[in-house]
């Protein structure tokens, strides 16, 4: 674990904003910062939404909790079963590819990341990345020749809850849970809870982490010039400028003929590191975060006082992040690849009018309508009953204009109108009375 101290190191962890602020080394650099960023005016927002809460402690009692996230409960059956889990095993993938089709997840979300940044960093590098895959609630990390995948799956009560499967053709298909990985996975970079975190930074040619380059928090807040280092982009229109594709300090990025290489490599599944996949999972893996975070700190602030009042700060700034009120333009429109979008929306919700969350813009910004899909989740009606229906109310006196605050206002009426309808009829139960 010596790689431990330098990944953990923090600097400066507060984030106060619902958004992302890029960390430098120099203090001295941090009146610019936030004058460049214009993040002032949110840093009080949320204060102190990177301390660590104790989720160990009850009430949550993360470790010693049963899980039933979507992967604990497929991972009790095959223990239940002593026979299953004997899958296909890949000659170079393992049971990468039984896995994502058991756990449902597309091949085409694959993201590729070459940054030593992870748990097994010493398998990866540039010429030997790390592939992420993932769909709304599970997300899956593989690395060539490593001997464990890791995966991660959203719990409605616990957060996130992380799992190893063994790549050994001799040993059934077996998730295991891993509570070591919180040491990541549940600090200032998760927003104090069990989540996820994202990293962009530049690294050198081996990819190791070039330290003082780092932006915390990566959401759909982060500017795309900040986004992606450490990452693999294959299908970003040509005048996206982004940290992406530049293993080393001098290199202009890789070129486009060792791109063509990576993205046809047979190191993996699917060809390439996807940029609508990127853009999804900048957005939705804060979005997770910030659903767990509401959920713990509520349930910690009604046992202790038996009312969420407290938490206006935390559900406003909630609330921005899920109508997208600070995301980050995107420059040029993006043309998807059509295999996964149509895996992404295979789930949709569309109302009768054939307007669903999972719609995408990709034009000036990721969605049609700025309100997150992850609204009609598991995890987000598990909330404590008041603080989701905190949410609720405000959410509706937002789209229905009668609350007008200035953090609001680039919520354009039309697009308030659409999503109120399109969750009237999506997702009654969760807009009863609206
Ligand atoms: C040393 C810190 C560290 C540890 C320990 C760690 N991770 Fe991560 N993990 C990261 C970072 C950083 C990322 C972001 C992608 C990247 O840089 O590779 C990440 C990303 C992931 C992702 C993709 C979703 C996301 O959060 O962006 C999964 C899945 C994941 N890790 C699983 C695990 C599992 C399972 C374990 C424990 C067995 C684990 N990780 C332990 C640092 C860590």
Same mark, same amino acid.
């Given at each position: *674990?010596?790689?431990?101290?330098?990944?953990?190191?923090?600097?400066?962890?507060?984030m106060n904003t619902p958004c992302v602020r890029?960390?430098?080394?120099?203090?001295?650099?941090?009146?610019?910062?936030?004058?460049?960023c214009g993040t002032v005016s949110h840093a009080a927002d949320f204060q102190g939404s990177t301390?660590?809460?104790?989720?160990?402690?009850?009430?949550?009692?993360?470790?010693?909790?049963?899980?039933?996230?979507?992967?604990?409960?497929?991972?009790?059956?095959?223990?239940?079963?002593?026979?299953?889990?004997?899958?296909?095993?890949?000659?170079?993938?393992?049971?990468?590819?039984?896995?994502?089709? *058991?756990?449902?997840?597309?091949?085409?979300?694959?993201?590729?990341?070459?940054?030593?940044? +992870?748990?097994?960093?010493?398998?990866? +590098?540039?010429?030997?990345? !790390?592939?992420?895959?993932?769909?709304?609630?599970?997300?899956?990390?593989?690395?060539?020749?490593?001997? @464990? *995948?890791?995966?991660?799956?959203?719990?409605?009560?616990?957060?996130?809850?992380?799992?190893?499967?063994?790549?050994?053709?001799? @040993?059934?298909?077996?998730?295991?849970?891993?509570?070591?990985?919180?040491?990541?996975?549940?600090?200032?970079?998760?927003m104090?809870?069990?989540?996820?975190?994202?990293?962009?930074?530049?690294?050198?040619? +081996?990819?190791?982490?070039?330290?003082?380059?780092?932006?915390?928090e990566i959401s759909h807040c982060t500017s795309?010039?900040?986004?992606?280092?450490?990452?693999?982009?294959?299908?970003?229109?040509?005048?996206?400028?982004?940290?992406?594709? +530049?293993?080393?300090?001098?290199?202009?990025?890789?070129?486009?003929? !060792?791109?063509? @290489?990576?993205?046809?490599?047979?190191?993996?599944?699917?060809?390439?590191?996807?940029?609508?996949?990127?853009?999804?999972?900048d957005h939705q893996t804060h979005m997770h975060n910030y659903i767990t975070r509401l959920? *713990?700190e509520?349930?910690? !602030?009604?046992? @202790?006082?038996?009312?969420?009042?407290?938490l206006d700060n935390q559900i406003r700034a909630f609330l921005r992040y899920l109508l997208f009120t600070e995301e980050a333009p995107?420059?040029?429109?993006?043309?998807?690849?059509?295999?996964?979008?149509?895996?992404?929306?295979?789930?949709?919700?569309?109302?009768?009018?054939?307007?669903?969350l999972?719609?995408?813009?990709?034009?000036?910004r990721l969605f049609?309508y700025p309100c997150s899909f992850l609204l009609?989740?598991?995890?987000f009606?598990?909330l404590?009953?008041?603080v989701r229906?905190a949410v609720l109310v405000r959410l509706h006196a937002i789209l229905t204009g009668t609350e007008e605050h200035s953090d609001f206002k680039r919520l354009i009426?039309?697009d308030a109108?659409?999503v109120l309808?399109?969750l009237?009829?999506?997702?009654?139960?969760?807009?009863?009375?609206?």
């Amino acid at each position: *674990m010596d790689y431990l101290p330098q990944i953990l190191s923090t600097g400066f962890s507060a984030m106060n904003t619902p958004c992302v602020r890029p960390r430098f080394a120099s203090v001295l650099l941090w009146p610019l910062v936030f004058f460049l960023c214009g993040t002032v005016s949110h840093a009080a927002d949320f204060q102190g939404s990177t301390h660590r809460l104790e989720f160990d402690a009850a009430p949550v009692l993360y470790s010693s909790a049963e899980a039933t996230d979507p992967v604990g409960k497929i991972s009790a059956k095959l223990r239940a079963n002593r026979t299953t889990g004997w899958m296909p095993f890949h000659p170079d993938f393992g049971y990468l590819p039984a896995v994502l089709e *058991m756990l449902n997840v597309p091949v085409s979300s694959q993201m590729l990341v070459f940054s030593k940044t +992870s748990l097994q960093r010493h398998n990866i +590098s540039p010429t030997n990345p !790390r592939a992420l895959y993932f769909s709304d609630e599970i997300y899956i990390g593989f690395i060539p020749g490593a001997p @464990e *995948m890791e995966v991660a799956s959203v719990d409605p009560d616990l957060g996130t809850v992380f799992y190893t499967v063994h790549q050994d053709k001799d @040993e059934p298909v077996r998730f295991r849970r891993n509570n070591d990985c919180i040491q990541c996975h549940g600090a200032a970079r998760s927003m104090g809870v069990p989540g996820f975190v994202l990293r962009s930074l530049e690294t050198d040619v +081996s990819g190791e982490i070039l330290t003082a380059t780092d932006t915390d928090e990566i959401s759909h807040c982060t500017s795309i010039a900040q986004r992606w280092g450490g990452w693999y982009v294959t299908n970003a229109p040509s005048d996206w400028v982004h940290r992406g594709n +530049s293993p080393g300090p001098t290199s202009e990025g890789i070129g486009s003929n !060792r791109l063509h @290489e990576i993205a046809t490599s047979k190191l993996f599944p699917a060809a390439g590191s996807d940029t609508l996949a990127l853009l999804l999972h900048d957005h939705q893996t804060h979005m997770h975060n910030y659903i767990t975070r509401l959920h *713990m700190e509520g349930q910690q !602030r009604i046992a @202790e006082y038996g009312h969420v009042r407290y938490l206006d700060n935390q559900i406003r700034a909630f609330l921005r992040y899920l109508l997208f009120t600070e995301e980050a333009p995107l420059p040029s429109p993006l043309t998807p690849s059509a295999e996964f979008v149509a895996a992404f929306q295979k789930n949709a919700k569309r109302d009768a009018k054939g307007r669903s969350l999972k719609d995408l813009d990709l034009n000036t910004r990721l969605f049609r309508y700025p309100c997150s899909f992850l609204l009609d989740s598991a995890a987000f009606r598990k909330l404590p009953t008041l603080v989701r229906n905190a949410v609720l109310v405000r959410l509706h006196a937002i789209l229905t204009g009668t609350e007008e605050h200035s953090d609001f206002k680039r919520l354009i009426p039309d697009d308030a109108q659409a999503v109120l309808e399109i969750l009237r009829e999506t997702a009654p139960d969760l807009t009863v009375g609206w």
